[in-house]
């Protein structure tokens, strides 16, 4: 272990974009909640595995359930399946679920099991660690996607959830239909080739630190923008509503845009 330490410690100063990424990010996804189906009945159970990492890393969450991939120091990949399933008794649940099949192979992460009915359905949502230096390709139908503490080639799409984006680096593109978008930024630039997500029915919100250099842009078809960044120039009533500036020394650019909804950029707290 002591001959580690330092190379993790040396790791870390080499992405800047990630300086202030958790070491050990804990899990999250339970089976706490439960859900409220009306006549039928729910069933929720938790299932992990280990995965080698080995190349770009497909998740297919299309089987209605939402995506969060956390980075970690660790070189595996760890999965965390929630599988939810509703039936009309308890026991017809629980056997639905029996015949939900994780699939971790070849580099992708997917579900499947039997189609669903008025009499019964299910659901995977995931929450995967994977190392911070990642290439992703993340899709959802229902459900959200959250991103954190990630480097590399990322691309993603959901059509019914929002984005939460959170101390990212590399080139990172995605969009949602029906959904809100937050992005976190960290450090004092973008470290990597940029930022471009979207919604197209969903407010926007960024958030910035005091420090960062970065070519920043924003804008909403039908909706307010506002800015707590001096360099931001509001629009006019024009529409669409463009902001764009350079922050800091300029650098790569951080674009966040909506067709529908509000654009809010504001600072880091604490910043």
């Given at each position: 272990m002591k001959q580690i330490l330092p190379m993790a410690i040396l790791f870390f100063a080499a992405i800047p974009g990630l300086a202030q990424a958790p070491k050990s990010p804990k899990p999250s996804l339970t089976c706490d909640h439960?859900?409220?189906?009306?006549?039928?009945?729910?069933?929720?159970?938790?299932r992990e595995q280990t995965i080698a990492a080995a190349g770009r890393l497909t998740v297919d969450g299309r089987a209605n359930g939402g995506i969060s991939v956390k980075g970690w120091t660790r070189n595996d990949i760890l999965v965390r399946a929630q599988v939810r399933t509703a039936a009309a008794s308890e026991a017809e649940a629980a056997l639905l679920a029996s015949q939900v099949f994780l699939e971790t192979s070849a580099g992708r992460i997917a579900a499947r099991g039997p189609a669903a009915s008025d009499q019964s359905y299910w659901s995977v949502s995931y929450e995967v660690f994977v190392p911070q230096?990642?290439?992703?390709?993340l899709t959802a139908l229902n459900g959200g996607i959250s991103l954190s503490d990630v480097q590399g080639q990322v691309e993603f799409q959901t059509v019914n959830g929002g984005i939460?984006?959170?101390?990212?680096?590399?080139?990172?593109?995605?969009?949602?239909?029906?959904?809100?978008?937050?992005?976190?930024?960290?450090?004092?630039?973008?470290?990597?080739?940029?930022l471009d997500v979207r919604s197209i029915n969903g407010g926007v919100h960024v958030s910035v630190p005091s420090n960062y250099s970065a070519r920043l842009e924003a804008g909403t078809t039908n909706g307010s923008v506002q800015s707590a960044i001096p360099e931001l120039t509001m629009p006019n009533e024009r529409r669409p509503k463009q902001v764009g500036a350079d922050l800091g020394g300029g650098g790569a650019t951080v674009r966040v845009t909506t067709t529908n909804g509000g654009v809010h950029i504001g600072r880091s707290s604490g910043a």
């Open positions: 439960k859900d409220h189906n009306g006549r039928l009945i729910s069933h929720c159970e938790m230096q990642s290439d992703l390709s939460h984006l959170a101390r990212l680096a590399g080139n990172v593109k995605g969009e949602t239909k029906n959904g809100g978008v937050h992005v976190e930024l960290a450090g004092n630039r973008w470290n990597g080739q940029g």
